[in-house]
């Protein structure tokens, strides 16, 4: 499917193991392709409309049923396994929205997939994706390929969350693929449940309304951290301090948060910081609006500010939640937060209470 007129917004994820495995190769093709695949998608819904790619779309709604799961054939299901238990683990805790669908492919070495379940999964996907739309199965077809496949048959993985806005209905489609090769043993929780939380919030801050990219990707490193805490299954501190280590990385250019307002605008001087500013310095700036906040507590992000930033847009939202003038001092007194040494960083992470 030619995405020219098609209006769909990615918001992905960049697994922290990638990083961690020091592989500044991998993960420099990945920003890349991840950044390529996105602007050609984004940039059409700019043509005389707005130059914002989320302006004017309705909001993704509740849904009583959950999200819907298909996988390749051939692809071990412990993949699917896992992206599950991540996205339902979110949605338990934020609650049920779409309509949505997760796509998940993938192929490990040694198990080919079949030339058949490529095209079975392609049918079933151009199927779905064109019911309600004025594309064709036809047109999909090699869009689908292109997609999921060819990518799958490069070994690259990928997590993301693409918007679709051509059907009837808004939905969600949350894409995954070669999962496989962001899983380490040693990790406390397999990093395929952690894609599933992080592209689940993606659907539900969809819900909510336009928000800064620094908030939606922040908002989402977060619960990432968050959510495993609160079950137990892994201290937020070891994961958050080297986020902030990541973020401190690129301080000395200047750019801050205030410039990561919408990556699918940003100049390139600042989109080349897409990572540190939206995902890192993003997700602590989530820890520092909680700690501001009169309850310190991290559910009064889903039970009150994401509900202001519905009703009032994210700027007076944040200055409401916060007691403030403006996101400026939000922006000025964050940057004083990020000065301090990374022992008072973590204190505040330790305040912060469910
Ligand atoms: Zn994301």
Excluded at 57 to 81: E, K, M
Excluded at 108 to 127: H, M, P, V, W
Excluded at 160 to 182: G, K, P
């Amino acid at each position: 499917m030619n995405l020219k007129g098609s209006a769909e917004v990615l918001l992905t994820s960049f697994p922290h193991q990638i990083m961690r495995s020091l592989s500044w190769l991998l993960m420099t093709a990945c920003l890349g392709s991840c950044r390529s695949t996105t602007t050609p998608e984004t940039a059409v819904l700019d043509a005389g409309v707005s130059t914002s790619p989320w302006a004017d779309v309705d909001p993704l709604v509740f849904t009583s049923s959950g999200p819907t799961y298909h996988v390749i054939d051939g692809y071990d299901p412990i993949w699917l396994t896992y992206i599950q238990e991540g996205v339902e683990r979110a949605r338990t805790y934020w609650g049920s929205y779409g309509p949505t669908h997760v796509w998940v492919v993938g192929q490990q070495d040694g198990r080919l997939i079949s030339e058949d379940a490529k095209q079975q999964f392609i049918d079933k996907y151009c199927t779905w994706r064109t019911a309600s739309s004025e594309r064709t199965v036809t047109e999909c077809r090699p869009y689908a390929r292109r997609r999921f496949i060819e990518v799958m048959e490069r070994g690259e993985p990928e997590a993301y969350l693409s918007d679709v806005r051509d059907t009837e209905q808004r939905m969600a489609e949350l894409v995954f693929i070669n999962v496989h090769e962001w899983y380490y043993e040693e990790d406390a929780i397999p990093d395929p449940i952690l894609r599933g939380i992080h592209e689940y919030t993606h659907v539900f801050q969809q819900s909510v309304g336009p928000m800064p990219t620094w908030m939606a990707e922040g908002g989402a490193v977060f619960i990432e951290a968050w959510l495993p805490k609160i079950d137990g299954r892994r201290d937020p501190k070891d994961v958050m301090s080297w986020i902030m280590e990541r973020a401190q990385r690129m301080r000395h250019s200047g750019f801050t948060i205030a410039d990561m307002e919408e990556i699918e605008t940003a100049p390139e001087e600042v989109a080349q910081y897409y990572l540190e500013l939206a995902y890192d310095s993003g997700a602590w700036a989530t820890v520092f609006m909680i700690h501001q906040s009169p309850t310190q507590s991290v559910s009064s992000l889903k039970n009150e500010f994401y509900p202001l930033v519905k009703e009032l847009g994210w700027e007076a939202a944040l200055a409401q939640y916060l007691n403030i003038e403006s996101k400026d001092q939000f922006y000025e007194d964050f940057e004083a937060f990020m000065d301090l040494p990374i022992q008072e960083q973590l204190r505040t992470l330790e305040a912060i209470r469910p």
